[in-house]
């Protein structure tokens, strides 16, 4: 199965494996046809966007032991629904993007403009 692409146009790259995150918990912001959220946008959350989240009923904070899922803290890197992230640059309060982990299908909601606008600093 070919990797898929990112929103440079290169192999997409992974997110984040602590805490592991993806549609398909496999670390990266793949999405198929059973991932409705559309899970494509690499972030780095912010306790803005984590509020901003939970406030729209998405409590990415707390951890939820049944789904093994830690809770989120500002700096960790999370797979979001393009939708959500969208709102989120709306409301002034987008979290920064890994542009490398960022899955090509999210330039169909924003614009490659916007997430370079919003690029997380690179980890080099």
């Given at each position: 199965m070919p990797a898929g692409k990112n929103v440079l146009?290169?192999?997409?790259?992974?997110?984040?494996?602590?805490?592991?995150?993806?549609?398909?918990?496999?670390?990266?912001?793949?999405?198929g046809a059973s991932d409705l959220g559309l899970h494509t946008v690499c972030t780095q959350v912010t306790d803005e966007f984590l509020a901003f989240s939970q406030a729209r009923g998405n409590d990415?904070?707390?951890?939820?032991?049944?789904?093994?899922?830690p809770g989120l803290v500002p700096g960790d890197r999370w797979c979001v629904c393009v939708a959500r992230w969208k709102e989120a640059l709306e409301a002034?309060?987008?979290p920064p993007v890994v542009l490398e982990a960022t899955h090509m299908s999210t330039?169909?909601?924003?614009?490659?403009e916007e997430l370079q606008e919003h690029a997380?600093?690179?980890?080099?």
């Open positions: 146009g290169t192999t997409l790259q992974v997110c984040s494996v602590s805490p592991m995150t993806g549609f398909f918990r496999n670390g990266c912001c793949e999405t990415l904070s707390t951890p939820v032991e049944e789904f093994e899922f002034g309060v987008a330039l169909e909601f924003v614009s490659l997380a600093p690179s980890d080099d």
